[in-house]
């Protein structure tokens, strides 16, 4: 990294691994993509030579070859898709349990209904006698 000295860059290294620790809840964190975005960082820190470096090194479009080229990013990813998916079945197992015991209580309250009824019809006694006929 010939333009810039090596304490610039271990810097520029360090607030960049601070920002990315920051991850989704970093204003670089580009959810559509799943990354951090690289490119903005630098430019808004006015890194432009230590970009320039990166760009050398990895290519261009900066985010998407440094990215594609860390290993760590991509453990980092195929861990999340799991993590991702198992939230999904999970959220799937709590909105079936949710239904279940709504429907729970729904029959339940049905049953008391039915009790409550047939407490009131036994009750009821029928007295002998009625109207007559005069």
Known sequence: MSTSTPIDTEEWLEK??????????????????????????????????FKEELEKTYGQPLNEKFWSSSLAYQRLKRAR????????????????????????QKE?????????????RAQLKVIPGGKRDD
């Open 16 to 49: 960049l691994s601070q920002a990315v620790a920051d991850w989704e809840d970093s204003p670089y964190y580009l959810k559509d993509e799943e990354i951090f975005d690289l490119e903005r960082f630098l430019l808004d820190h006015d890194a432009n030579a």
């Open 81 to 104: 898709a799991v993590v991702k998916d198992q939230d999904d079945v999970q959220e799937k197992k709590r909105q079936d349990y949710a239904r279940a015991l709504e429907e729970g």
């Open 108 to 120: 339940w309250r049905q049953w008391l209904k039915e009790i409550r009824s047939s407490q009131l």
